[in-house]
């Protein structure tokens, strides 16, 4: 273990060496400060997208900072919290936050439970606070799914349940594309307005409102001809409260 860390912190320092010109960013996540590694997708490339240290993107560096502000001043070490389709950035985080970290997936081997999103086989009320991250744009019926959530919520729940973003208004797709992950949608920033007839409020925290040391935007190099540009996206995270 020791030998690989050594390797890891030499690779990383040989890293900031050879991109000692290029922009500086923090990641909230892991502490490290420097450039960021880019990140090729199947239609471009996303520049100063990934923290080379602990390997979280844009979106976890957002999602850290939005839980760590929303979940201050909460009583720690007593909530009951289930983490769908868990992502290995912010498990410490919620262990350290959580008295009862449970996980949850349709297929991973590593998880607690294996469910279905639309029919969780929970009780109403089991939960204080459920986190399920790019997870609904692969759900077919996503207003079930999200009647699930808030069904195993306990009064006073909160669900943060942010999706990709790619326009304004959310396209449904006639079959999952894979191109995209097997996307059933492709959301917009309209999409959250699906949440609102579930719970009783829900905050958006959107990347622009974050300092910018901490690098939260999705830049996307489109190489379909009919694009051909760099933009710049946002990314938006949904709190929602019972």
Same mark, same amino acid.
């Given at each position: 273990?020791?030998?690989?860390?050594?390797?890891?912190? !030499?690779?990383?320092?040989?890293?900031?060496?050879?991109?000692?010109? &290029?922009?500086?960013?923090?990641?909230?996540?892991?502490?490290?400060?420097?450039?960021?590694?880019?990140?090729?997708?199947?239609?471009?490339?996303? &520049?100063?997208?990934?923290?080379?240290?602990?390997?979280?993107?844009?979106?976890?560096?957002?999602?850290?900072?939005?839980?760590?502000?929303?979940?201050?001043? &909460?009583?720690?070490?007593?909530?009951?919290? /289930?983490?769908?389709?868990?992502?290995?950035?912010?498990?410490?985080?919620?262990?350290?936050?959580?008295?009862?970290?449970?996980?949850?997936?349709?297929?991973?081997?590593?998880?607690?439970?294996?469910?279905? /999103?639309?029919?969780?086989?929970?009780?109403?009320?089991?939960?204080?606070?459920?986190?399920?991250?790019?997870?609904?744009?692969? !759900?077919?019926?996503?207003?079930?799914?999200?009647?699930?959530?808030?069904?195993?919520?306990?009064?006073?729940?909160?669900?943060?349940?942010?999706?990709? !973003?790619?326009?304004?208004?959310?396209?449904?797709?006639?079959?999952?594309?894979?191109?995209?992950?097997?996307?059933?949608?492709?959301?917009?920033?309209?999409?959250?307005?699906?949440?609102?007839?579930?719970?009783?409020?829900?905050?958006?925290?959107?990347?622009?409102?974050?300092?910018?040391?901490?690098?939260?935007?999705?830049?996307?190099?489109?190489?379909?001809?009919?694009?051909?540009?760099?933009?710049?996206?946002?990314?938006? !995270?949904?709190?929602?409260?019972?």
């Amino acid at each position: 273990m020791q030998y690989h860390g050594l390797r890891r912190t !030499i690779a990383l320092v040989m890293f900031q060496l050879r991109n000692i010109r &290029k922009e500086k960013f923090e990641c909230p996540i892991c502490g490290y400060r420097g450039p960021f590694l880019d990140k090729a997708t199947s239609v471009g490339c996303r &520049k100063h997208a990934k923290c080379p240290n602990c390997m979280a993107l844009e979106r976890h560096r957002l999602q850290f900072l939005v839980l760590r502000e929303v979940l201050r001043g &909460k009583p720690t070490g007593q909530w009951r919290m /289930l983490h769908i389709a868990p992502e290995p950035f912010l498990k410490d985080f919620f262990k350290r936050q959580v008295g009862q970290y449970e996980t949850a997936d349709l297929k991973k081997k590593s998880v607690d439970y294996h469910v279905d /999103l639309q029919y969780l086989p929970f009780r109403d009320g089991t939960y204080d606070f459920v986190f399920a991250s790019h997870v609904l744009e692969h !759900i077919p019926d996503d207003h079930r799914a999200i009647s699930e959530i808030r069904r195993v919520l306990k009064p006073n729940g909160l669900a943060v349940l942010p999706v990709p !973003i790619y326009s304004e208004k959310t396209v449904e797709y006639a079959e999952p594309d894979p191109k995209e992950f097997y996307h059933v949608r492709a959301p917009g920033l309209d999409y959250f307005d699906r949440y609102q007839p579930y719970f009783s409020k829900v905050d958006k925290f959107d990347s622009g409102s974050q300092p910018e040391q901490y690098q939260l935007f999705v830049y996307r190099e489109d190489r379909a001809p009919s694009v051909g540009q760099e933009a710049k996206l946002r990314d938006v !995270i949904p709190v929602c409260y019972v």
